[in-house]
């Protein structure tokens, strides 16, 4: 079997990573309270090729696979929950555009682009879109758009239709940021630094050849002929596991900050003057760094199994992927009941303004209830499968 390791390049870039973490920390509160990531910060991950690991190598890309994908994200993620979700989603764009029509890659990253060139991607089909000669009319409005503010293309989910007007499939069109507007409406609890717009598209052009049928994708049927294995793994569990990244990264972190606070925080109303003497409190970091330990093991699992296929040329059925799925919720809701354990060892002060700790609560709380990886509907639809009800299963999530 094929072995998915994180090559040199990709350690050299975590390395740098983890050299900026003070940094990404001090300047946590700032992105919070302002709802946007700081341009020096941002600038400052750019730098280090964090944004285009996923950019075919032809373009001068590393083609990263999904344990590379998890390592950088992981590593942001110690630093700042919401950059590294920023990260996860425009590693997604550029997986996915590397999966697309030559000409669309040559477009975002050839001659008339650059390797710099981010790509956010949304995959819900709020829009309509009329067949015109050429390519399409596309008119929508997409939430949410995690790294648009950054990105000089987006991916929008857009229904492909035939000559009659019946939508026959979903698509994504490949739209520079430049034509689209957008609706500043991101006020949430949580991952605020993103800024996760609404974008809008009023009548825009998009050519044949930059967009994406998804029906086709979900099962393999990419355009691209890119020959690293990255750009052969399945499709839907290749982008649900671009965001695991993230969450590992606020688990270390929330680990990190209350030990290190354990030596010079008191348990209010007992007798301990430091939270490490407390064999309750030892205890809770016992099982959290287990916790995670596990949700890394459980991550690299699949993220294993996901490249050694696409090397054998085997693409996982329906089945393999919801128990995928399933176990990628599974390491969200983990990580979700650590940090809610850790936070009340901590004790109330975590719940400060100025406190690290409830901002990564908050971004991974809110990161946790994402769509593709929320543990419930893959709970449900793995649970069919084991008892022989795929029909049913495809009713909970019919795209995996």
């Given at each position: 079997?094929?072995?998915?390791?994180?090559?040199?390049?990709?350690?050299?870039?975590?390395?740098?990573?983890?050299?900026?973490?003070?940094?990404?920390?001090?300047?946590?509160?700032?992105?919070?309270?302002?709802?946007?990531?700081?341009?020096?910060?941002f600038d400052a991950v750019a730098a280090t090729g964090a944004?285009?690991?996923?950019?075919?190598?032809?373009?001068?890309?590393?083609?990263?696979?999904?344990r590379e994908a998890h390592a950088v994200s992981r590593a942001i993620g110690r630093g700042d929950g919401s950059l590294a979700w920023v990260n996860g989603i425009l590693d997604s764009g550029a997986w996915v555009t590397g999966l697309m029509d030559e000409r669309a890659q040559e477009d975002v990253w050839g001659a008339n682009g650059s390797i710099d060139s981010l790509i956010s991607i949304v995959l819900a089909t709020t829009s309509d879109a009329v067949q015109v000669e050429g390519g399409y009319r596309v008119t929508g409005k997409w939430a949410y758009g995690?790294?648009?503010?950054?990105?000089?293309?987006?991916?929008?989910?857009?229904?492909?239709?035939?000559?009659?007007?019946e939508v026959v499939d979903a698509g994504l069109a490949l739209i520079p940021t430049s034509e689209l507007s957008y609706d500043d409406n991101w006020y949430v609890a949580g991952m605020r630094s993103t800024a996760s717009v609404t974008q809008i598209a009023e009548d825009v052009f998009v050519p044949h050849h930059?967009?994406?049928?998804?029906?086709?994708?979900?099962?393999?049927?990419y355009?691209?002929?890119?020959?690293?294995?990255?750009?052969?793994?399945?499709?839907?569990?290749?982008?649900?596991m671009k965001l695991v990244g993230p969450h590992l990264g606020m688990g270390r972190a929330a680990i990190d900050f209350v030990s290190s606070m354990s030596e010079r925080k008191a348990i209010a109303y007992t007798g301990y003057e430091k939270q490490a003497d407390s064999a309750i409190f030892q205890s809770v970091i016992a099982k959290a760094n287990v916790e995670l330990n596990a949700a890394e093991l459980v991550a690299q699992q699949i993220a294993d199994e996901i490249y050694e296929a696409a090397v054998d040329g085997y693409?996982?059925?329906?089945?393999?992927?919801?128990?995928?799925?399933?176990?990628?919720?599974?390491?969200?809701?983990?990580?979700?009941?650590?940090?809610?354990?850790?936070?009340?060892?901590?004790?109330?002060?975590?719940?400060a303004d100025m406190s690290p700790l409830q901002r990564i609560w908050r971004d991974q709380a809110t990161a946790a209830s994402h769509g593709h990886i929320l543990a419930a509907s893959g709970y449900e639809a793995?649970?069919?499968?084991?008892?022989?009800?795929?029909?049913?299963?495809?009713?909970?999530?019919?795209?995996v």
């Open positions: 079997m094929a072995n998915a390791v994180v090559r040199p390049e990709i350690a050299a870039i975590v390395e740098q990573l983890d050299e900026l973490r003070p940094k990404l920390i001090a300047s946590g509160g700032e992105g919070d309270e302002n709802r946007r990531i700081p341009q020096d910060v944004f285009t690991i996923s950019v075919p190598e032809k373009f001068g890309g590393l083609a990263a696979n999904t995690t790294g648009s503010m950054h990105a000089t293309w987006s991916l929008l989910g857009i229904p492909i239709k035939n000559g009659a007007g930059r967009v994406f049928p998804l029906t086709a994708a979900v099962e393999g049927g355009l691209g002929d890119n020959p690293e294995a990255s750009y052969r793994t399945v499709f839907i569990p290749s982008l649900f693409y996982a059925p329906y089945a393999k992927r919801i128990e995928m799925r399933a176990k990628a919720g599974w390491i969200v809701d983990t990580i979700a009941g650590m940090i809610r354990d850790l936070i009340s060892a901590h004790g109330s002060g975590g719940f793995y649970g069919k499968i084991l008892l022989g009800r795929e029909h049913d299963a495809r009713f909970v999530l019919p795209i």
